[in-house]
């Protein structure tokens, strides 16, 4: 079995806008992400670990300028956290392994794929398509990435 973790290596390889979003608790600005529009077949990891994190089956288009996610593809690789900056009361989405900030989970998604709403910044993302997922290590996750 895969094992995902933190390391300095991993960090170093981070642009200056991933490590201000997964090390220091950034947001990227809305509709400027890498993956906000991404529609292809795939998985998404956590950038510095390499965790994964989310399935594009469970992908929609919320119209909040980040990519939006149903659920996690493994509930186990993503913490949840109360979140008071801001003046707000969130609930900050972190990668398990990696410790990346990642976003925030809200109760506004779709109510037929269980209402929750994971809003995800691309630069704490790797998007790694399904031709890909097996020679990558991710072959055990092909099943959740199939057209619903």
């Known amino acids: 079995m895969k094992t995902y973790t933190l390391t300095k290596e991993a960090i170093a390889k981070l642009t200056p806008e991933q490590h201000r979003v997964t090390q220091e608790n950034g947001t990227e600005r809305p509709y400027t992400g890498e993956y906000y529009k991404n529609t292809d077949v795939g998985i998404y990891v956590d950038i510095v670990s390499g965790e994964p994190l989310f399935a594009s089956s469970d992908k929609f288009d919320s119209f909040c300028g980040w990519p939006s996610f149903t659920k996690p593809i493994v509930p186990a690789n993503v913490s949840e956290l109360r979140d008071t900056t801001l003046a707000m009361e969130r609930v900050e989405v972190r990668s398990k392994h990696g410790d990346s900030h990642l976003g925030h989970v809200f109760t506004d998604g ?34 959740q990435v199939e057209d619903v």
Request: charged share 30%.
């Open 110 to 143: 779709p109510e037929d794929k269980g209402g929750l709403r994971y809003c995800i910044n691309s630069a704490s993302l790797r998007f790694i398509a399904k031709d890909q997922m097996e020679t990558e290590g991710y072959g055990e996750y092909l099943d």
